[in-house]
């Protein structure tokens, strides 16, 4: 993607993406509130952003992920979302423990590693459904 980012910065836009999948809009205070940070905080982040072309934002007004802004947000939510099941399915971590982790793992975590990650959770899931179906076949 081009653009290096600090974890503080991956978690704006990644929590940019996921408060626009809850709500319609998505604004500064609304952002300050989820990432418990101050509002004076999110504008200077959303400036960062802004000159990396990742966001789009007037003062007092919206603040939208750029395309580029939102395939780098997928691409961190994406790896917050492996991590969290890795860490409740797999290992049995409570959720508030596993989401607290998987946000600190996913700046950290190698493409390779990832992917073999993705691999063990997906095996992992196809073999827990097909242990249900088998269940279900014999009743």
Same mark, same amino acid.
């Not at 993607?1 to 205070?29: A, D, F, G, H, W």
């Not at 780098?72 to 049995?92: N, P, Q, W």
């Given at each position: 993607?081009?653009?290096?980012?600090?974890?503080?910065?991956?978690?704006?836009?990644?929590?940019?993406?996921?408060?626009?999948?809850?709500?319609?809009?998505?604004?500064?205070?609304s952002? *300050?509130? !989820?990432?418990?940070? #101050? /509002?004076?905080? +999110?504008?200077?982040?959303?400036? &960062?952003? $802004?000159?990396? %072309?990742? =966001?789009?934002?007037?003062?007092?007004?919206?603040?939208?992920?750029?395309?580029?802004?939102?395939?780098?947000?997928?691409?961190?939510?994406?790896?917050?979302?492996?991590?969290?099941?890795?860490?409740?399915?797999?290992?049995?971590?409570?959720?508030?423990? *596993?989401? !607290?982790?998987?946000? #600190? /793992?996913e700046? +950290?975590?190698?493409?390779?590693? &990832?992917? $073999?990650?993705? %691999?063990? =959770?997906?095996?992992?899931?196809?073999?827990?459904?097909?242990?249900k179906?088998?269940?279900r076949?014999?009743?």
């Amino acid at each position: 993607m081009n653009v290096e980012l600090s974890p503080t910065m991956e978690n704006y836009l990644e929590m940019i993406i996921r408060l626009s999948k809850r709500r319609k809009v998505v604004r500064v205070n609304s952002l *300050a509130k !989820e990432l418990k940070v #101050k /509002m004076p905080s +999110v504008s200077e982040a959303l400036n &960062l952003l $802004k000159d990396d %072309g990742l =966001v789009t934002h007037e003062k007092y007004g919206y603040i939208e992920l750029t395309e580029k802004g939102s395939k780098i947000a997928e691409e961190i939510f994406s790896r917050h979302k492996v991590l969290f099941a890795f860490l409740t399915k797999i290992l049995g971590i409570d959720p508030v423990t *596993a989401d !607290e982790d998987a946000c #600190k /793992m996913e700046h +950290v975590i190698s493409p390779a590693t &990832l992917s $073999k990650l993705i %691999g063990f =959770v997906k095996e992992f899931s196809d073999r827990q459904k097909g242990a249900k179906n088998a269940y279900r076949g014999s009743n």
